[in-house]
């Protein structure tokens, strides 16, 4: 068994943008798909997260500098130091929860494809740390490793079944045809989606609003089209960032606020390319997999590949959102009662919070940014109360906490509200364990019913035709 992990956990440590690839020519040879096409589509979907993870650096590089920029001048001086997601996924991985949610993760995802309680194919097994960083705070609560492997798994489902019944949508919204999203951040704050999304819709005059893609190029012309959207807002930002900024003269100013716009305007055009390359990589298993279900079962099953929500951030929907809550997420920490939390490296990752959220608004920019400013308020509270046991995890995984500071958090996880709920539920053990079987239970039949009901439309469509 050591053997085995150990295996995982070298494929794991390579990254997703080489494990990925791996994981794709696996599926591939085992659909049937010739060597050389199997592994070009492997390489294809590698190509495509590198470019993927190059824009968000392209971004980092000028937005970090800008955020630093909007702290001091707003005078912002909070004791919860935000270290990103990068480190968050090593604090998940250097327990032994980390570890072991690996091999428990496939096997949850076997079982809950052979149940028919999921259509999805997780291939993104790297991002398996989403639930383990659940599994290593709770067991730095409690100490109970048994307990803490089954939150980090009721998590997992919950997220599966989540990435299933979005999946139509983001095939619509996201453009990702035969692709879910079973990850952990994104998939967590489509329940809050859903709610906030249902009042709105109940509130007159403000149910009237709808700003999409196309109505940006409606109602403004050329610059509703990414290449210039794109270098508005960049430049706002910009602005916002320098034009106050004290020692800086005025050329240079203008300098810092054109290289945004030109920046973000660039990432808006490059993001949707290099989705698109990661999407054609993806076609040879989909379309194998595609073909092995209408053979093994008549036509009638529709199964997902599983993805890293990286594949939706080329929506310019999801691009003008996140890029435009930056500054709202550090106004919101300057005065937001009881923050104590200052995000600041984790900023960028907003591009990973939206792509479900705009799929549930069916790809409308003003409620997922209403949606979005919501869940960052509430993210903040989330990331000032986690902080302690962030900062505990961190040291039991032997993490180095920055230099000058005390406790560490997350914006783009530690102000997640599935880990803070499965931390809250973790204090009444037995409570946490019925809790957690009777919504896994729940979730599992209300899926696989929807997954039984499609799959007698889909074989009534083909005895049709």
Wanted: net charge positive.
């Amino acid at each position: 068994m050591k053997y085995i992990v150990d295996a995982i956990m070298y494929i794991v440590n390579l990254g997703p943008t080489v494990m990925i690839p791996i994981v794709m020519l696996i599926f591939g040879l085992c659909m049937r798909v010739p060597f050389a096409k199997a592994l070009r589509g492997g390489l294809m979907v590698g190509i495509g997260f590198i470019g993927l993870n190059a824009t968000v650096s392209i971004l980092t590089s000028v937005m970090n500098p800008a955020i630093k920029n909007m702290i001091a001048i707003a005078h912002i001086n909070l004791k919860v130091i935000d270290v990103g997601w990068p480190s968050a996924s090593a604090i998940a991985y250097g327990t032994a929860v980390g570890v072991s949610m690996i091999p428990l993760g496939i096997l949850i995802n076997i079982i809950m494809l052979l149940t028919q309680t999921t259509q999805t194919i997780d291939v993104d097994i790297w991002d398996f740390w989403h639930f383990a960083f659940s599994g290593s705070l709770v067991y730095q609560l409690t100490h109970d490793i048994v307990l803490s492997l089954f939150l980090a798994s009721v998590n997992m489902i919950v997220i599966m079944v989540i990435a299933d019944r979005m999946a139509p949508l983001s095939e619509k919204y996201l453009s990702l045809p035969g692709i879910s999203i079973p990850h952990g951040y994104a998939g967590s704050f489509v329940p809050s989606a859903i709610v906030i999304n249902w009042i709105l819709e109940r509130i007159p005059g403000v149910n009237k609003i709808h700003l999409n893609a196309e109505d940006f190029n409606k109602r403004f012309g050329d610059w509703g089209e990414p290449t210039l959207l794109g270098f508005v807002i960049g430049c706002i930002i910009g602005a916002i960032a320098y034009a106050a900024a004290p020692g800086v003269n005025v050329p240079d100013k203008i300098g810092k606020i054109l290289l945004m716009g030109v920046t973000l305007s660039a990432v808006m055009v490059i993001t949707p390319k290099m989705a698109a390359l990661l999407l054609q990589g993806v076609v040879p298993v989909s379309n194998a997999i595609t073909g092995w279900t209408q053979k093994k079962f008549s036509g009638k099953r529709k199964l997902y590949i599983g993805m890293d929500t990286a594949v939706g951030i080329g929506s310019p929907v999801v691009l003008a959102c996140a890029t435009l809550m930056i500054p709202v997420a550090l106004i919101f920490a300057f005065i937001l009662p009881g923050n104590q939390f200052l995000p600041t490296i984790g900023l960028v990752g907003f591009v990973f919070m939206f792509p479900l959220i705009v799929s549930v608004v069916h790809g409308d920019f003003f409620r997922s940014f209403i949606i979005g400013a919501i869940n960052v308020i509430l993210g903040l509270w989330i990331g000032t109360n986690l902080a302690p046991l962030i900062t505990k995890a961190a040291r039991a995984a032997k993490f180095p906490i920055p230099k000058g500071s005390s406790l560490i958090s997350s914006i783009d996880h530690g102000s997640d509200p599935f880990p803070w709920l499965l931390v809250q539920v973790a204090n009444y053990k037995w409570v946490a364990y019925i809790l957690g079987i009777a919504l896994c239970a729940v979730l599992v039949l209300w899926n696989r019913h929807h997954i039984v009901a499609d799959a007698k439309t889909g074989s009534a469509k083909a005895n049709a035709q």
